[in-house]
């Protein structure tokens, strides 16, 4: 089992930038494939950014040059660093925690996101 705590959400201005952070339980974390999704209202949940353990990332098309993500497994954590902030970006923001092979899939409780002026 891994839960999956985020933070750093809140309220920013568009072109301004946040730092989202993913604590993670467990000694493995670093096996699995972590990533960020997002949810708008009346919108489905979608990929923003996932990066492998073995530190390859890919990215959402609208996030692409933006958005960056990392992972720090001595800490059991996973970041993303949202930069040129829009008002599209407004949504919770989801962390995921990903083990194919062995069916695990872990979601924490998400951060909101809100850009506005």
């Known amino acids: 089992q891994v839960q999956l705590v985020e933070s750093g959400g809140g309220l920013v201005q568009p072109g301004g930038s946040l730092r989202l952070s993913c604590a993670a339980s467990?000694?493995?974390?670093?096996?699995?494939?972590m990533g960020w999704y997002r949810q708008a209202p009346g919108k489905q949940r979608e990929l923003v950014a996932v990066?492998?353990?073995?530190?390859?990332?890919n990215y959402a098309d609208s996030v692409k040059g933006r958005f960056t993500i990392s992972r720090d497994n001595a800490n059991n954590k996973v970041y993303l660093q949202m930069n040129s902030l829009k008002p599209e970006d407004t949504a919770v923001y989801y962390c995921?925690?990903?083990?194919?092979?062995?069916?695990?899939?872990?979601w924490g409780q998400g951060t909101q996101v809100t850009v506005s002026s």
């Open positions: 995921n925690a990903l083990w194919a092979l062995l069916g695990h899939n872990y």
């Open positions: 467990g000694s493995i974390f670093r096996f699995y494939t």
């Open positions: 990066i492998t353990s073995g530190d390859i990332t």
